[in-house]
């Protein structure tokens, strides 16, 4: 078992080093071919590992001490138990998908560039297999780092761009200051406990070892990290412009799976979070803000990408929301059915990107329907998903969280509403948009319209299953179910705040969001199934246009000052301090060498001077203190 | 106090008055004849050790020869009095600090020497310092080296004029 | 009589050479005080002979203890004697050639 888990790791690793070293050798055949070979081993292996759970429980394996000192060791252990196998089964099982999907969208590219893209989406899978693997937060950190350099490789793979350069870096840079809090957590937690191991950290003991102040601060700022790597406010900035990268990534890595480190994490430390109420507010306000805000953002958008990662940044609002409600399990619960859908929505949006030649403005498409009709099957189940309707997947995790929500607060429930309506809005907003209506393109747009090759097919069918059966693993008891993922990860989540809310307040609750998603999603396609948004003409319109000016205000009020500090270090503190100390050090050996010249007179009597003053200074040093200080001693007695 | 006490302490008083004179003599000639009467100083010395040997030597050798040597070639540089440069007074200061805590410090050290605690020195007896064992000594133990000597005596001699010469 | 009164005695004459080596300028009044030095050790070195040979005449009646030292001693006037030729010649031409015994001339070793 120990051997079948690690090569769960292994594969993405030897199909990075292979692609990545023989990328000027093997044709772009060959290339594909091993990337998602390699994927789908590591994805067959990860459902030996999840059925191995399910009859045995969770195992840790250790392979060997990654750091050893006196006080701190830290072992390079997995773990394997019903989160992570969980989570093990959506990277592979969506990560091969994608590899097969990209074969064929990144067709175009020339070999040697098609092996990198290859090579950076291996290494990625691998780091991701690391972060969900590790049996400390140390490992974690590792991964979490590397998906977080593998998101900037892969936002940069046109690096001839200098935009896409600028957005990889932004990415990369937000993910930084998370990571920074992620890594204080880590260091308060070697302070207090002195271990990282989730088996020596997470229980009841050494919860009682820590005040309340440290559990407060221990999660906040690893909601910090989570913040940077999932987007929430005032982090999210970076992943609507992480669209910079290919289509398959932003629905692999910026959608399915990296930005749900931030979800996994917390559901790994949820026993700590349970006990800080601070923490748990503060995550569902923030959760719920950024839902919202983006919810408003994404329904003024025009590029299709944009308004899927908005999507995206709502979505995930919506998840932190759960976890902030203690609704972990529902968290968890959205996160594999997002991945499902939003997945979904991508691939189905760079297939429509790929027939109309690199063209992401909806308002240039439209009337795609008929010729698209796969893809346009697809979207429409991914949208219908992700809007709430039933029977289909979205529905039950969103549901999951809005019924914790309302029971922590009525409020959380209200604005979750809203934000579910905005959502069901934007989405269908977008499909109508697109799929229906007069094509509204360029007439060489028109006719070179087609349907994507099978290879890109494939995935978009398959992922349209799992979108609409998905929500079969976590059917609420009242509609007949028993909920199999709730008690999938009750090892893991201590004590859920159980629901107190009577069947009737659960039909009303689920009967509401339904009517109003439904309601919105008549009213969008309604608006846009003839004709697609102007220009924004109301001031509101603008702003929400805008994004709520929020790059411009970090522009304004971070950026700016930085700049302008730099340059204030740059022109002031570095001319005159730094090189003021540089070249005074200089400007100080010279003086002293040209007064210590001076000495070296030539005359013959100095020379004596210092001999005889050396002399003394020898005897002086040779019968240190005894012998003269004893004989002054004796001189004054 | 005995005799010799009281001639060792007057010896020693002359020997280093006249040494302090031969320092702050302006005129160098003065110089000269000071540090000649330090000569004789140190020959009474000998004598008061019964260096009698030496003390002949240290007389005719530096009082006589060396020193005459220093009046010829002072009067043959017809050195005026005043002639001489002094060094600036901070310098000189400089030159007294160092060499006065230079004998303070070998006091110093010294007097707390263990090795030489209570050691007495023999005067007026022992026979070492007369001509008989001292010549005993350097020509049968000490002749090569004596011999070696006259060596020296004579590449000093060729070296002098030659160096008079150019 | 104590060696230390001898030892004190040659300290203060040598460490009068030694100001005198640095605060006088006329070369031959240097060169004086370095013969003043050497005296200084002279006596010391008698001073010790007879100090070992007072304390070997207490076992042996005819013993030469402590002959050494003289003998030293008279090698040093001998070499002092050479020295103070050549350095005398040396001092000559020094004054021939610049018409001043000021050690401050001697500063060629600057270069």
Avoid at chain 1, 484 to 503: C, M, P, V
Wanted: aromatic fraction near 12%; include cysteine; charged fraction near 10%.
């Amino acid at each position: 078992m120990k051997i079948i888990i690690g090569f769960i790791v292994l594969w993405p690793l030897v199909g990075f080093l292979l692609n990545g070293l023989g990328r000027n050798i093997w044709s772009k055949k060959t290339i594909a071919t091993q990337a998602t070979g390699y994927i789908f081993a590591s994805f067959v292996f990860s459902l030996i590992a999840f059925w191995n759970v399910q009859e045995q429980g969770a195992m840790t394996m250790h392979y060997f001490d990654f750091i050893k000192t006196s006080t701190v060791k830290i072992p390079f252990d997995f773990r394997v138990d019903a989160l992570s196998s969980l989570f093990l089964l959506v990277i592979t099982g969506v990560g091969t998908l994608i590899h097969l999907y990209s074969s064929a969208y990144m067709h175009e590219e020339t070999a040697p560039h098609y092996a990198r893209y290859f090579a950076y989406l291996n290494l990625f899978i691998f780091s991701m297999l690391l972060l969900v693997l590790g049996d400390n937060y140390v490992i974690m950190f590792i991964g979490w780092e590397g998906v977080g350099l593998c998101s900037y490789l892969l936002i940069g793979y046109w690096f001839t761009n200098t935009t896409y350069n600028n957005a990889a870096k932004k990415a990369f840079i937000m993910n930084r200051i998370g990571d920074l809090g992620f890594l204080l957590a880590i260091f308060w937690l070697i302070v207090k406990l002195g271990t990282v191991s989730y088996g020596e950290v997470l229980n009841a003991e050494s919860l009682a070892k820590l005040s309340s102040t440290d559990i407060t601060a221990i999660t906040l700022l690893l909601f910090v990290g989570a913040m940077g790597k999932s987007a929430q406010i005032p982090l999210y900035t970076w992943l609507p412009d992480a669209m910079a990268g290919p289509t398959p990534v932003s629905a692999l890595i910026h959608a399915a799976t990296m930005v749900t480190a931030g979800i996994y994490m917390i559901t790994r430390t949820n026993i700590f979070y349970t006990h800080s109420e601070i923490a748990q507010t503060v995550v569902a306000i923030i959760g719920i803000s950024t839902a919202l805000l983006a919810a408003t953002i994404a329904i003024k958008q025009n590029d299709i990408k944009k308004v899927l990662a908005y999507s995206t940044v709502s979505q995930l609002g919506y998840m932190f929301l759960g976890l902030g409600v203690g609704a972990y399990s529902g968290a968890v619960f959205h996160v594999i059915t997002h991945a499902f859908f939003k997945a979904l929505l991508f691939l189905a949006a760079g297939s429509v990107i790929h027939a109309m030649h690199h063209e992401q403005d909806i308002r240039k498409m439209g009337g795609l329907k008929s010729k698209l009709p796969i893809t346009h099957l697809t979207f429409l189940i991914g949208c219908i998903a992700i809007a709430g309707v039933p029977p289909f997947s979205g529905f039950f995790s969103k549901d999951e969280i809005l019924a914790a929500a309302y029971a922590k607060n009525p409020i959380y429930w209200f604005l979750g509403l809203i934000g579910a309506a905005m959502t069901a809005f934007y989405m269908f907003r977008l499909y109508a948009t697109t799929f229906l209506g007069q094509f509204r393109g360029t007439e060489a747009q028109a006719s070179h319209l087609h349907e994507s090759p099978v290879s890109m097919t494939i995935p978009l069918m398959i992922l349209a299953v799992l979108s609409a059966v998905g929500g079969a693993m976590g059917v609420p008891e009242i509609l007949g179910g028993h909920h199999w993922l709730g008690h999938h990860l009750s090892s893991i989540i201590g004590a859920e705040q159980a629901l107190h809310l009577s069947h009737t307040t659960e039909w009303i609750l689920m009967g509401t969001s339904v009517a109003i998603a439904l309601v919105a999603l008549l009213i969008a396609i309604g608006k846009y199934s003839k004709q697609a948004d102007g220009e924004p003409q109301t001031a509101l319109g603008k702003f929400l246009y805008n994004k709520w000016l929020v790059d411009e205000l970090y522009e304004k009020a971070i950026i700016q000052p930085l700049n302008r500090f730099a340059g204030f270090l740059k022109e002031v503190v570095e001319k005159n301090v730094i090189d003021g100390v540089v070249n005074g050090t200089g400007k100080l050996v010279q003086y002293g060498a040209r007064q210590t010249r001076l000495m070296q007179s030539g005359q013959v009597g100095y020379y004596i001077l210092f001999m005889v003053l050396s002399i003394v200074l020898l005897f002086l040093i040779w019968f240190n203190d005894l012998a003269i200080t004893r004989f002054f001693h004796n001189l004054i007695q | 106090m005995s005799t010799v006490d009281i001639l060792f302490y007057l010896l020693s008083a002359f020997a280093i008055v006249s040494a302090t004179m031969v320092l702050i003599s302006k005129n160098s000639i003065h110089s000269v004849l000071w540090l000649i009467l330090v000569f004789f100083a140190i020959s009474g010395h000998y004598i008061l050790l019964n260096a009698q040997f030496l003390a002949i030597v240290n007389i005719i050798v530096y009082a006589g020869a060396i020193m005459v040597l220093f009046l010829f070639v002072i009067m043959l540089m017809n050195i005026k009095k005043d002639a001489e440069p002094q060094k600036q007074l901070l310098v000189k200061l400089t030159g007294v600090i160092a060499g006065g805590s230079l004998l303070t410090l070998l006091i110093a050290v010294v007097k707390q020497t263990i090795q030489i605690q209570g050691k007495q020195v023999l005067l007026k007896e022992g026979s070492i310092g007369l001509i008989h064992p001292l010549g005993k000594a350097l020509f049968s133990d000490y002749v090569i080296p004596f011999e070696i000597s006259s060596v020296l005596f004579l590449s000093a001699m060729v070296g002098a004029v030659i160096i008079g010469k150019k | 009589m104590s060696i230390q009164y001898y030892i004190i005695l040659c300290l203060t004459l040598f460490s009068i050479g030694v100001v005198g080596v640095l605060t006088r300028r006329n070369a031959i009044i240097v060169f004086m005080c370095i013969e003043l030095m050497l005296n200084a050790v002279n006596l010391l070195l008698v001073a010790f002979s007879k100090m070992y040979h007072g304390a070997a005449l207490q076992s042996a009646a005819n013993t030469t203890v402590g002959i050494d030292a003289q003998i030293f001693v008279f090698f040093i006037m001998v070499v002092a004697a050479a020295e103070v030729s050549v350095g005398l010649a040396i001092i000559v031409m020094m004054y021939r050639n610049t018409h001043s015994v000021d050690i401050n001339f001697l500063n060629r070793l600057k270069n």
